[in-house]
Every structure is written in structure tokens, then in C-alpha cells.
């Protein structure tokens, strides 16, 4: 990895998803990979990171879930294949499966792509409205009110729009492109997670 890539956040993850969507777009379904796939929800950690205490208790999540990806994907190639092997073992619901683990991450990859679409059409320099229409989208319905009350009193402390692309060493102009690279590419992928659960009738709301 050259280091103007490593400096460039935005870019790695709008490009890691470009490759992925690849996959989820192909018909018949492929199986995705699930080193690939843990990798590029990897590379999303840092964008919590940026955000500040209002997303502390997302970040510490998905960091820990993409973990968990990560070190199974060593053992297990596929998406689909993972999430068949804990129905088997009768464990998709079971804290720290690696199937509710993959469900967190889809919602954590769903929340940045609300943010992103709320970032290019809000005015401003603030990030509260993006990040508060976010949050009430993706991850409030899933939240029990101790929780919601302190994302609610960290919207306060979230950077500014131009201080959040500074640590991502974006300006504006370039900023827009990946984030509507990433709303574009991340689309079809969280679909194709979301279809893993569904046609299995596992559901997505727990």
C-alpha cells in the first residue's frame, strides 16, 4: 500500500467496496468472499473514529465484529458458507456468532451510507443533522433509551463537516466523489448481506 493511499481513508474504502459490489452484482448470486468482505469493513473503523464520542459505542462494536470476521474468514472462505455452518450448529442468534456479528457490521456499513447521502445534500459545515438521521435510520430502532440519550448528547461533540474531511485528508470536491462512490458501491452489498438472511428467514430485525 503506497502512503498516499494510506493517507487517503476515504479512497481505500470507497475502492475496497467498488470490488465487492462487483461480486454482489453478478447473477446468478456468487458466494462472497468473506476475507474480502471483512478486510473492506475494516477499512470503515477509521471513518468511526473520525466521528467522536457520539459513535464511541459504534466504533468499539464494529471494531470488535470485524475482528471476529476477520479471524473467521481464515477458516471459513465464504459469506454464505459461515452463515450456513451456525444454522447448522443452531447458534445465528447466540451473542458472538459470527452470523449476528455479520448482521451488526451490514448495519454498521448501512449507517455510513446513510451519513454519506445525508452529507451531500445537507448545507452547512455542521455533521448533526447528517449523523442524526443516520442514527435514527440504522441504529436507534435497536437502542434502548440510556443508549439514545447518550448518542443524542454526543451529536454536541461531533467534528464539523471540514474538520471531519481534514482527518481524512479530502478536500470538498474530492470528499463528494468517494462518498457517492461508496453510497453507490455499498448499496448492493449490503443487499446481498441483507438476502443472506432473508432467503434463509432468519430475518434482519434482531
Same mark, same amino acid.
Given at each position: 500500500?503506497?502512503?498516499? !493511499?494510506?493517507?487517503? &481513508?476515504?479512497?481505500?474504502?470507497?475502492?475496497?467496496?467498488?470490488?465487492?459490489?462487483?461480486?454482489?452484482?453478478?447473477?446468478?448470486?456468487?458466494?462472497?468472499?468473506?476475507?474480502?468482505?471483512?478486510?473492506?469493513?475494516?477499512?470503515?473503523?477509521?471513518?468511526?473514529?473520525?466521528?467522536?464520542?457520539?459513535?464511541?459505542?459504534?466504533?468499539?462494536?464494529? #471494531?470488535?465484529?470485524?475482528?471476529?470476521?476477520?479471524?473467521? $474468514?481464515? +477458516?471459513?472462505?465464504?459469506?454464505?458458507?459461515?452463515?450456513?455452518?451456525?444454522?447448522?450448529?443452531?447458534? #445465528?442468534?447466540? &451473542?458472538? $456468532?459470527?452470523?449476528?456479528?455479520?448482521?451488526?457490521?451490514?448495519?454498521?456499513?448501512?449507517? #455510513?451510507?446513510?451519513?454519506? !447521502?445525508?452529507?451531500?445534500?445537507?448545507?452547512?459545515?455542521?455533521?448533526?443533522?447528517?449523523?442524526?438521521?443516520?442514527?435514527?435510520?440504522?441504529?436507534?430502532?435497536?437502542?434502548?433509551?440510556?443508549?439514545?440519550?447518550?448518542?443524542?448528547?454526543?451529536?454536541?461533540?461531533?467534528?464539523?463537516? $471540514?474538520?471531519?474531511?481534514?482527518?481524512?485528508?479530502?478536500? !470538498? !470536491? +474530492?470528499?463528494?466523489?468517494?462518498?457517492?462512490?461508496?453510497?453507490?458501491? $455499498?448499496?448492493?452489498?449490503?443487499?446481498?448481506?441483507?438476502?443472506?438472511?432473508?432467503?434463509?428467514?432468519?430475518?434482519?430485525?434482531?
Amino acid at each position: 500500500m503506497g502512503s498516499s !493511499e494510506a493517507e487517503k &481513508p476515504l479512497r481505500r474504502i470507497a475502492a475496497s467496496f467498488e470490488e465487492l459490489a462487483a461480486v454482489a452484482k453478478q447473477q446468478p448470486a456468487a458466494s462472497m468472499d468473506a476475507g474480502a468482505f471483512s478486510r473492506a469493513c475494516s477499512n470503515v473503523s477509521v471513518l468511526f473514529g473520525c466521528l467522536g464520542i457520539a459513535f464511541k459505542f459504534a466504533e468499539m462494536d464494529y #471494531v470488535a465484529k470485524v475482528h471476529d470476521l476477520v479471524e473467521v $474468514s481464515k +477458516s471459513i472462505s465464504t459469506l454464505p458458507s459461515m452463515v450456513e455452518l451456525d444454522i447448522q450448529t443452531d447458534t #445465528v442468534r447466540k &451473542p458472538g $456468532s459470527h452470523t449476528r456479528n455479520l448482521l451488526r457490521v451490514k448495519r454498521g456499513i448501512d449507517m #455510513v451510507k446513510v451519513l454519506f !447521502e445525508q452529507i451531500l445534500v445537507t448545507e452547512g459545515n455542521s455533521l448533526r443533522d447528517a449523523a442524526s438521521v443516520a442514527y435514527a435510520q440504522v441504529f436507534a430502532p435497536h437502542h434502548g433509551w440510556a443508549i439514545r440519550k447518550a448518542v443524542a448528547a454526543g451529536m454536541y461533540a461531533l467534528p464539523s463537516k $471540514s474538520q471531519l474531511l481534514k482527518k481524512l485528508n479530502e478536500d !470538498e !470536491e +474530492s470528499a463528494k466523489v468517494q462518498m457517492q462512490n461508496f453510497v453507490r458501491s $455499498s448499496a448492493p452489498v449490503i443487499c446481498y448481506v441483507e438476502d443472506l438472511f432473508t432467503s434463509r428467514n432468519l430475518g434482519i430485525d434482531w
